[in-house]
């Protein structure tokens, strides 16, 4: 069955707090914050739902700046956003439960963040002692 | 009996010398061989209780009677003294009434005028004596060392240590006056000695805190005190005026002697610190380490049980007998669970000397043989054990910097040889071949079959206390086994007199255990048999037999552990598949390093030190009120 | 009987029994969860089994004190079956548990450290019933020799039916079984992964479950008392309770800590305490 | 609760005693995959499309090489081979030791097909 | 000195069938503190997109969790679909919404069953997953995999049902409504349940919706989201009410699942009813290209699998917002005060699915 | 015949699988399935167990869990791998966070697969522990006495 496009509404960082204390107060519960790489640019997306219809808001990012983080606004966002500081390589700063790094452990750093997937395989050679 | 005298006097003696010797080497000479004489004499005065009936003395001196009153008067005078300036009205009133009190005794002891023996001795008093000298002694040269560190480690207190000595002494002194005294006007001049000395000692370190509990000590033992001379005035206006003496008004059975017992036990009451009085002796805590362990092993809440036990068998079936052990036996429960509460050591060591004082008020309130017989070994088995405790948590304290039990962690590898010792105390407190086993075993066997319903009652009561008191000290020695990381091994700044004194108490703790059935046959059930006319065969044989296996397989059983630790080999503990980083330290959430940390349960939302200790006063000055009802209604019929 | 002979029997006998019992409790167990379960033989695989382990340990000393505890058990069990003074017993019982519990103490490993506290809770919850139930024993046998009780006529579980009330309640603490496998239980699934057992393998780990065994068996005695010389009686009793205890296990989940001690004081008081009391009243 | 616990009782287990009774399989269970190399092209496609890479053809050798023990029996090469030549059987592989490599040389000329048994070397 | 007890919590603890860790700091036995830490799990498989064709990468984003596999592969397929502007078989659909809500009842069962077993209720774990056994029967018979269905297609699916298959499941299912009423009662009456479930891990209504519950969670504590209401494939369709209780604390989750197990056995009715003939699959042509979250309803809650293509065969992003996720922040609020014994109860009551939230 | 084979007792641990094969081991324990028919028993703690039955392909982080498991446990022991995922990393091989396989952390005795591992397979690859099982406990006899 086709489903209705999905409107998505382009803000500057500067207005992201700004636009998620509008989508809060108007009774809006935080979905998700979603990271995608395009090119050597990133794009961060807010999802919002109320009455089972979701709004998107998205931003641009990229490694170097940091990103105002909105858990002061939905405490709930401290996940994705650590999520995707350890994924991506993307800071953030004040987020509410910072767990600096140490959220999804990865053996490469930022694996998400690289344009290339560096697999670090070693050969399965002493397998049994 | 020339003894009595020695023993009265000779701590009087080096209590005075000490009082004035400055230098720090005489001092500890002079404290050594006069707690090495006085032990002596004490056991030598045991010895004599062994094989004779009771003797009793009377002072060759004329008048001794007004230097006495003289004697009270000083006390009560100082008390005063020091009350006003410290603003502690209640207490000057209380004393000036007691004063006004024991005026009136004077007065009627003079006019009526009976010449009774002013002291004797039987075998309990002989007990007793062993108990003061010999542990007292031991308590005395351990302050020695401890002394010392304590004042390098508070520099800032007043080092009075030639006083402080001298009130140990005299302390002593007073005590072997307590159990020695026939004549009751005696007893209470020593009594207010004891009061006086525990006043002193408990406000040595000149905090506010320690002045504050050292006049709350005052305050509760001064309102015990203060029944005594009423006592006096009951029995003196009753016209039998020889009954003031002690033997003779236990001796005089329950019909004449009921009501002054009562009262004078209710001194007990407070000096043992049972329930609602019980605070001054938690208050009391703030005293160095040797104080605490000299109030409530040998000392001052022993001349309360004393007492009691002394006039157990007049409460035989008694309302106010049962009323007694009632008291007792809350005091033994809600003391026990507090304890749980409790981290600070000595604070637990507070609440389960309390409890265990409970216990053996309760047996002594239901005033029979069997009860009498639980009791003294009771104050036996406490006494040793207890100090043995106090001493060794002090110098524990003097080399970890903590009181508290969660600091204790692993001290067997640091102190093997302490934690032994630590280990032994607690284990005599509570474990089955130990002494307090045996006696709240006799004293279940005395309860189940005294004053019907009541006794049951105190069964129950024991029953639950007993799940509670292995509750604490068993955490307690948990915390002390538990090896996070093994420490250096390290006793070396442990004082000699400090570990020799341990080592002497460890052995009595054991030699006590095997020793009781000598104790109970040779000293214990002649003297009852002195009160009660006939006495059942109080423990078995086959008893003591199992008793002895069992502490047989306990004392082999360490031999075992050797073998033990050899054959394992060494894993890490579990922490969930988390490996230990270092030992100890894992790496927890947001990558913080944690160290792994165990600290005792406290449960204190049951077992809240507030509620349970303000339910307990409530219930304890109800029966102490009932009580003085009963007195008084029996008084005036 | 002669009580040396009788306690060489117990400890002779006590594990074929127990392990007898424990094998038919877990197929039954199984077969309440509509499984099939293990053979009868299965614990005493499992012991033997824990014997040819490979030995490993925090610290050495854990074994030291599991072993003091099998030993006290034992010594339990040989005194309660000699016929024994059962205040005594209750005691050495008390210290072979207390010896379980510092051996989870000495690994200062975080569960086997809970473990032992849930422990020394659970011994605080059921000393008083046990206790209680000595005493009511001496009041209707005006004896407290288990020899003296073992043999008196009648049925003391006719004047003593709280008292029995009470002990089957606290048994199930003592048989470490639902609703009150506080500190450690047979299945793995618990917030204490073993509780107590935790640091424990091989050979220790042996030691405790022989103890278990040992300790079913002493528990189950303490029903016989109830039932003086009538064997067959108390033979039932012990069959019916239990297949109670079974079924109580497997109806319930577990409970905590704070609702485990107060119900189990809660009862102790009414139903034990009380019951002995209305005897020395009567 | 005690009600069902005594229906349990009395019903008895719903325990299928697996080693003595046989397995329960369906017709369409995804037991293991197999090739019938006779018709095999060696084309690559199940190659290309296996999601976890279990499977080698090497065009030049004739080979069809089946690592078992990463093959997740996903189905999704059957469905890509244009000669419908693999299929998933419903029995299940057994447990062993090592890693097993299925090599299935396939005929020069088409011939009678036994490379699979025969062709099981043991890694390591 | 502070009378801490500091317990690491998992990775590899018995109550926790997968590993997450958490520190907890207690007092007594209160929880004083509780930090989780996660990543025992994580694989990094969405970063598969990049080198997996997107119609093979199906049977990886099946494999993103055992338990909840069909919905995960169903809501990529969708997602997919939606960014191809594809209309799939209605035929289809209606199979997806049958096996989703076997799936459903199949996870829901096993957390039952999970759920009692952390309570110490052995026996009753026991009986929740024989009930399962028989979800997982039919899940095998007309899928061909127990735990992992392997059916879903972008563009449908590869497997039909037919007519006489309908008519065994419809027969079977009065046996599966009489288990789970059995099952029902005990975890609502039963004495020791309610004593360890309720008042435990109080949510309330409002701070459900500010901390971003989903699913059970949130339908516990009295919000109505379900994704399902949104009529995504054939749900539109089918009678759906969502199961809400006002509560918030461990029982009423426990109720809200328990009661789904009979809204699903209602909804595979009614779907068995109303499916209507036709193809399962159509031919699928061409890559993707443009972006899309596709919102569906796990078990657990709303998952939200967003799908970025740029026209090649591989997509750019693909990212799986995964509704433990989306309970983790709740979590940490229900775990603030609790006691060590509800520790697994309350963890277990937002019914974490490490595998999924990790990926 | 050694009780160890008649007393296996197992320790599950789920190093990075996607719960399809840990469920599947749960599965066994369950009424349907019901391992306790050969004794045994699902531990859940390492140092009681004899058998490692582990799931998944061993991500990062969990190499060091799995080890400090594998250690804990007093020999003899043996580990199971179950699933594809435990035994080659399956389709999560090349996956940046997966090592690829139990094998490169400790040593595999058994491999089961499947995806999702059957309970039948899981219960036959257990069996085939057992006999591993026995050898390694004569094997550890003898070199004690030869040591001894
Ligand atoms: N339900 C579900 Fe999942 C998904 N998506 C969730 O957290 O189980 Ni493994
Ligand atoms: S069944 Fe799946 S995993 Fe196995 S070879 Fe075929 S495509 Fe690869
Ligand atoms: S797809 Fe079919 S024909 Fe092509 S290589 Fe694979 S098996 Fe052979
Ligand atoms: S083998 Fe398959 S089912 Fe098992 S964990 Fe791996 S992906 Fe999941």
């Known amino acids: 069955m086709k489903q209705p496009e999905q409107k998505i509404e382009t803000i500057t960082v500067s207005d992201l707090i700004h636009q998620v204390h509008v989508y809060h107060d108007d009774g809006y519960r935080l979905v998700q914050i979603s990271c995608a790489q395009e090119g050597d640019a990133f794009e961060l997306t807010y999802t919002f739902d109320r009455d089972l219809i979701l709004s998107h808001l998205r931003i641009p990012a990229d490694q170097k700046t940091s990103i105002p983080s909105i858990s002061r606004i939905y405490l709930a966002s401290f996940v994705y956003e650590n999520e995707i500081a350890d994924l991506f390589g993307i800071p953030f700063s004040g987020i509410a439960v910072d767990y600096k790094g140490t959220f999804i452990r990865t053996s490469v750093p930022h694996p998400f963040g690289t344009p290339q997937i560096t697999t670090l395989k070693k050969k399965q050679e002493d397998q049994h002692e | 009996m020339e003894l009595l005298i020695f023993l009265i006097l000779f701590p009087l003696l080096i209590a005075g010398l000490l009082a004035v010797i400055q230098a720090e080497h005489v001092r500890r000479a002079v404290v050594i061989s006069g707690a090495v004489l006085v032990g002596i004499a004490s056991l030598v005065a045991l010895a004599f209780s062994v094989t004779s009936q009771a003797v009793f003395y009377s002072v060759p001196v004329n008048n001794i009677g007004i230097l006495v009153f003289i004697g009270d008067i000083l006390i009560s005078g100082y008390i005063i003294f020091v009350s006003l300036k410290a603003r502690q009205y209640v207490v000057t009133g209380i004393t000036v009434i007691q004063l006004i009190l024991l005026c009136a005794v004077e007065y009627l002891a003079l006019t009526n005028h009976a010449h009774i023996p002013e002291l004797f001795s039987d075998q309990l008093s002989g007990i007793m004596s062993a108990i003061i000298g010999v542990i007292g002694g031991l308590i005395c040269v351990y302050a020695l060392g401890y002394m010392r560190e304590y004042h390098a480690e508070h520099p800032d207190r007043p080092d009075t240590r030639p006083r402080f000595f001298g009130i140990m002494f005299l302390f002593l002194s007073a005590m072997f006056g307590i159990i020695f005294s026939n004549n009751l006007l005696w007893l209470f001049f020593f009594w207010e000695i004891t009061t006086l000395c525990s006043y002193l000692l408990i406000r040595y370190p000149n905090t506010d805190e320690a002045i504050k509990n050292a006049f709350r000590a005052l305050l509760f033992n001064l309102i015990g005190g203060a029944c005594i001379p009423i006592a006096f005035l009951v029995i003196l206006l009753t016209g039998e005026s020889e009954l003031i003496g002690l033997h003779e008004l236990v001796s005089a059975g329950p019909g004449l002697a009921l009501i002054p017992a009562g009262l004078i036990a209710v001194a007990g009451l407070a000096k043992s610190a049972q329930f609602p009085f019980s605070s001054w002796l938690v208050g009391a805590m703030v005293a160095p380490t040797p104080v605490s362990a000299l109030l409530h092993s040998s000392t001052m809440v022993k001349a309360g049980v004393y007492i009691i036990a002394r006039f157990a068998p007049v409460f035989e079936g008694e309302l106010i007998g049962i009323l007694i052990a009632l008291i007792g036996g809350i005091t033994f429960l809600a003391a026990s669970a507090i304890a749980i509460s409790q981290s600070n050591a000595k604070k637990v060591l507070a609440y389960s000397t309390i409890a265990n004082l409970g216990l053996i008020v309760a047996c002594c309130g239901v005033g029979t043989a069997e009860g009498l017989w639980a009791a003294i070994l009771l104050i036996i088995f406490h006494a040793i054990a207890k100090s043995l405790l106090f001493l060794s948590v002090g110098t524990v304290e003097h080399q970890i910097h903590s009181r508290n039990i969660e600091d204790m962690s692993g001290l067997v590898t640091k102190m093997p040889r302490i934690t032994m010792m630590i280990l032994i105390g607690i284990a005599g407190m509570f474990l089955a071949p130990f002494g307090m086993l045996i006696s709240k075993w006799a004293s279940l066997h005395a309860f189940v079959e005294s004053v019907p319903p009541f006794g049951i009652l105190l069964v129950i009561i024991i029953a639950y206390g007993s799940g509670i008191t292995a509750f604490f000290w068993a955490k307690w020695m948990g915390k002390l086994i538990a090896v996070g990381e093994p420490q250096q091994k390290d006793e070396s700044h442990i004082p000699g007199s400090e570990k020799s004194i341990l080592y002497i108490l460890s052995a009595l703790t054991i030699v006590v255990c095997f020793g009781f059935p000598v104790i109970s046959w040779y000293l214990i059930e002649p003297w009852l048999l002195t009160m009660y006319q006939s006495v059942t065969e109080l423990i078995s044989l086959s008893n003591i037999e199992i008793m002895f296996m069992m502490l047989f397989l306990v004392l082999i059983m360490p031999f075992s552990l050797a073998r033990f630790t050899r054959s394992a080999t060494r894993v890490p503990r579990y922490l969930c598949g988390i490996p230990e980083s270092e030992t100890m330290v894992f790496t927890g959430s947001c990558g913080i390093k944690r160290e792994i940390e165990l600290s005792n349960y406290y449960l204190d939302t049951i077992f809240c030190e507030k509620r349970i200790s303000r339910i307990s006063v409530g219930i304890g000055i109800f029966l102490i009120v009932l009580i003085l009802n009963i007195i008084i209604v029996g008084g005036g019929l | 009987m002669n009580p040396f002979l009788a306690a060489a029997l117990f400890i002779i006998l006590a594990p074929v029994v127990g392990v007898l019992i424990t094998g038919l409790d877990r197929i039954l167990t199984a077969r309440m969860q509509g499984r099939v379960g293990p053979p009868v033989l299965q614990p005493w695989y499992d012991i033997r089994k824990l014997f040819q382990k490979k030995q490993v340990a925090v610290w050495g000393a854990q074994s030291f004190f599991i072993f003091c505890y099998l030993i006290f058990i034992i010594f339990t069990g040989a005194l309660f079956f000699a016929g024994g003074d059962i205040l005594l017993v209750i005691f050495a019982f008390t210290l072979g548990h207390v010896f379980l519990v510092l051996g989870a103490y000495v690994s200062y490993s975080p569960y086997a450290h809970i473990g032992a506290e849930r422990e020394l809770i659970q011994l605080m919850a059921v000393e008083p019933m046990i206790i209680i139930v000595a005493i009511g024993l001496y009041q209707v046998n005006d004896s407290f020799l288990v020899g003296d009780m073992i043999n008196h006529p009648g049925l003391p579980i006719l004047l003593l039916p709280g008292v029995f009330l009470g002990f089957i309640y606290i048994l199930t603490f003592k048989l470490r079984k639902s609703p009150f496998d506080l500190a450690t239980s047979h299945h793995a699934h618990q917030e204490l992964v073993k509780g107590s057992t935790t640091e424990f393998s091989g050979f220790t780990l042996g030691m405790i479950e022989l103890a278990h065994i040992y300790e079913l068996v002493v528990m189950l005695g303490f029903i016989w008392l109830f039932f003086g010389n009538n064997l067959f009686l108390s033979a039932v009793a012990i069959v019916v309770i239990m297949v109670l205890e079974i079924l109580v296990d497997n109806c319930t989940s577990r409970v905590r800590w704070q609702d485990a001690i107060t119900s189990a004081w809660f009862v102790t008081l009414v139903a034990g305490a009380g019951n002995i009391f209305a005897l020395s009243i009567m | 609760m005690a009600l069902t616990v005594l229906k349990n009782l009395v019903k008895g287990p719903a325990t299928i005693r697996y080693p003595y009774q046989p397995a329960k399989v369906t017709p369409v269970t995804r037991g293991h995959l197999v090739v019938n190399i006779n018709n095999c092209i060696f084309c690559g496609l199940c190659r290309a499309h296996c999601p976890a890479d279990a499977i080698e053809v090497s065009k030049p050798d004739r080979t069809w090489k089946l690592h078992q023990f990463q093959c997740v029996i996903c189905g999704c090469c059957v469905s890509y081979c244009p000669k419908d030549c693999l299929s998933i059987e419903q029995t299940y592989l057994p447990p062993s030791p090592a890693a097993t490599i299925v090599t299935v040389t396939g005929p020069d000329e088409p011939e009678k097909n036994e490379g699979q048994e025969e062709g099981i070397n043991k890694k390591l | ?359 | 015949m050694s009780y160890l084979q008649k007393s296996p007792w197992i320790i599950h641990y789920d190093a990075s699988s996607c719960n399809g094969c840990d469920i599947e081991v749960l599965a066994c324990l369950t009424p349907l399935y019901d391992v306790e028919r050969f004794g045994i028993l699902n531990t859940g703690n390492p140092k009681h167990a004899d058998i490692f039955v582990i799931t998944g392909g061993v991500n990062e982080i969990n190499r060091e869990v799995v080890k400090n498991i594998y250690e804990q446990m007093p020999h003899p022991k043996v580990v199971v791998a179950v699933g594809i995922c435990a035994c080659s990393g399956g389709v999560f091989k090349e996956c940046y966070n997966i090592s690829g396989g139990v094998a490169t952390v400790i040593p595999v005795d058994v491999y089961v697969p499947g995806c999702a591992a059957r309970p039948e397979s899981i219960i036959d690859g257990i069996v085939q522990a057992l006999k591993i099982l026995e050898q390694k406990r004569i094997a550890l006899k003898t070199t004690v006495e030869g040591t001894a």
């Open chain 5, 1 to 359: 000195m502070s009378k801490q007890i500091i317990v690491p919590f998992g990775p590899q603890h018995p109550v926790l069938p997968e590993p997450i860790h958490l520190d907890l700091v207690l007092e007594d036995e209160r929880v004083v503190e509780a930090i989780p830490s996660i990543g025992y799990v994580h694989r990094g498989l969405e970063k598969l997109v990049e080198k997996r064709d997107y119609k093979d990468y199906v049977f990886i984003s099946e494999r993103i969790c055992g338990i909840c596999s069909f919905i995960h592969g169903a809501t990529y397929c969708q997602a997919v679909e939606q960014v191809m502007g594809l209309e799939i078989p209605r035929r289809a659909e209606f199979l997806r919404a049958i096996w989703s809500e076997y799936s459903r009842m199949h996870s829901h069962l096993l957390w039952l069953g999970c759920f009692a077993d952390a309570m110490g209720y052995e026996n009753l774990f026991m009986n929740c997953w024989k009930v399962r056994e028989k979800i997982l029967d039919v899940l095998e018979r007309t899928t061909g995999g127990r735990v992992i269905q392997g059916v879903n297609r972008v563009g449908g699916v590869s497997r039909d049902m037919d007519a006489a298959e309908f008519r065994r499941i419809e027969t079977e299912i009065p046996g599966l409504r009489a288990d789970y009423t059995e099952l029902t009662r005990i975890f609502d009456e039963d004495l020791t349940v309610q004593t360890r479930t309720k008042g435990v891990g109080m949510l309330s209504k409002d701070m459900a919706w500010e901390l971003g519950a989903v699913g059970p969670v949130i339908r516990g504590s009295g919000h109505a989201v379900d994704a399902r209401m949104t009529g995504y494939g054939a749900y539109d369709e089918l009678d759906f009410k969502p199961v809400v209780r006002t509560e918030g604390d461990c029982h009423a989750r426990c109720l809200v699942r328990a009661g789904e197990l009979f809204t699903s056995l209602d909804l595979i009715e009614n779907a068995i009813d109303r499916i209507p003939k036709g193809d399962i699959l159509i031919p699928v042509k061409g890559n993707p290209s443009g972006e899309y979250y596709a919102q569906t309803e796990q078990p657990r809650g709303e998952v939200i699998h967003y799908v970025k293509a740029n026209g090649k065969k591989n997509l750019v992003r693909h990212r799986v917002r995964t509704p433990t996720l989306a309970n983790v922040p709740p979590l940490v609020h229900m775990l603030a005060g609790c006691e060590l014994a509800d520790v697994p109860v309350i963890v277990l009551t937002i019914d974490p699915c490490i595998g999924c939230m990790e990926r």
